[in-house]
């Protein structure tokens, strides 16, 4: 059973929809990331959040919008999207302070039409 | 120069070879280094982290030379479960704190 869990799992959306992505690990971790993974192509690195605060956000459209409640939830919220953003969308965490390892969540994977 | 660079790939050979491959990092304040597996549309799953000394699990043998930033992957007797794509990652601590950086990954095709 893995430590990082993300939903949906799948997800079918059109261009003008409204939707999220979740994430919830239960490792005691205190940084959680958002990576894309387009066909094809490595691992892109969207948004870091180390103690809930987000330190990173490589140019990323705001079409994405990134929510960490607490250390535990990472939300992505998904708006107007494009048919290029369908993606495997990968959360993972990590013990910032130690430089850990990261454990990934299985991925939602999206489909914009 | 790119953060994270690996060998071109695939990589086929048959079974019971031997494999490296090779990763290069550009920051030099990097301090932690893994070499991660990833199976055709599943998600990264840590092989084994990588240390100054160099360190072995099994068939896998990392290495990590800090003054070349240069680190190995080395697999011997492949297997056809070894299949798979196997990427380079660096954590690196800035004023931004961390992230995990990943190569593009190199493919590996083990067959019979």
């Known amino acids: 059973e893995t430590g990082v869990t993300q939903t949906p799992r799948h997800l079918v959306m059109g261009m003008t929809n409204k939707k999220s992505l979740k994430c919830e690990q239960h490792?005691?971790?205190?940084?959680m990331y958002w990576y894309k993974q387009s066909a094809k192509k490595p691992l892109e690195l969207m948004f870091v959040?180390?103690?809930?605060?987000?330190?990173e956000n490589n140019s990323v459209p705001s079409r994405f919008s990134p929510e960490c409640p607490n250390s535990s939830h990472l939300f992505l919220h998904l708006h107007t999207l494009q048919p290029e953003d369908s993606a495997l969308y990968l959360c993972?965490?990590?013990?910032?302070?130690?430089?850990?390892?990261?454990?990934f969540g299985q991925g939602t994977r999206l489909t914009v039409v | 120069r790119k953060e994270v660079e690996q060998d071109p790939g695939p990589f086929n050979v048959p079974e019971g070879a031997t494999v490296a491959f090779n990763c290069t990092y550009s920051?030099?304040?990097?301090?932690?280094f893994f070499w991660y597996r990833q199976d055709c549309r599943k998600e990264p799953k840590l092989l084994m982290s990588?240390?100054?000394s160099g360190n072995e699990d099994g068939r896998f043998t990392a290495q990590l030379n800090r003054a070349s930033q240069y680190i190995s992957l080395l697999i011997r007797d492949s297997k056809l479960s070894d299949s798979a794509t196997y990427l380079c990652?660096?954590?690196?601590?800035?004023?931004?704190?961390?992230?995990?950086?990943f190569g593009k990954g190199t493919t590996l095709s083990v067959s019979s």
């Open positions: 990588v240390y100054s």
């Open positions: 490792l005691g971790h205190n940084a």
């Open positions: 959040y180390n103690f809930k605060e987000q330190t």
């Open positions: 920051n030099s304040a990097s301090q932690s």
């Open positions: 990652v660096v954590n690196a601590f800035n004023q931004a704190g961390t992230a995990l950086i």
């Open positions: 993972a965490s990590s013990q910032e302070r130690t430089g850990g390892e990261a454990f």
